[in-house]
């Protein structure tokens, strides 16, 4: 069914043991990290948890994608229509904003967003909706370009954008895109900093009040401690989108490669 099964030993501190989960009863979550317009990698996760719940059934799944669906990868556009309009793997999909998606918003709210949206893979999406766009486009095309795209975008993924949440939790799991505010509680969170944060969130060993799920900050791998999980395997550059398999207190990893679907244990 997979390609590889290795063993996952992530990073601990031993004065901060991690929480015992409780989930209800026969549920398991498949947590997908960032995709960036990566399609193709997003297929072949789809099709590794398909195998694993035929492997391993359950009573209840659920997907929850982390954001950064859109930009610095070629096929925005299918992704953003396979997450909007394709019946979902597991029994629910929840699909929350990521930073990306909130500058797509804000181009289509305001030209002038162009110049930074495009710093960070804008064109990459642009292109894959079909617009014509040059890299160093000057700004007397910014609003040839943000009607282009408005007529351009389908009304289904504009409202998949619009309709985005910014976290979701289950049992002690905290599902957002960037992280959180150390000291904050989580229902107090900014947006800015549910998208955005890094600085002292990515070095804090506090307790967030849950363990904190997310993507953001790419890396070659998972990075697993106790009080937050990043999912973000960098997709665009590395070729590897990771998904995180809960249930219970087990954790699981299936990494879509282009080479083949990688399975990960955590200790």
Known sequence: MFGIIRRWRGTKDEANASPSVEFHPDTRIYAIGDIHGCADLLAQLHQAIQADLQHRPCRQSIEVYVGDYVDRGPRSFEVLENLALSTPVCNRRICLMGNHEQILIDFLRDPLVLSSWMSLGGLETLQSYGVRVRLNSARREFNTIQAELQYRLPESHRKFLHQLPLSFSYGSYFFVHAGVRPGVALE???????????????????????????????????????????????????????????????????????????????D
Request: hydrophobic share 40%.
């Open 188 to 266: 107090q969170q900014k947006a800015e900093d549910l998208l955005w944060i890094r600085d002292g969130f990515l070095d804090s060993a506090k307790d967030f009040g849950a363990i904190v799920v997310h993507g953001h900050t790419p890396g070659e791998a998972p990075v697993v401690l106790p009080n937050r999980i990043c999912i973000d395997t960098g997709a665009y550059a590395t070729g590897k989108l990771t998904g995180m398999v809960l249930e219970g207190n087990d954790k699981r990893f299936l990494t879509a490669t282009r080479k083949g679907t990688i399975v990960t244990i955590a």
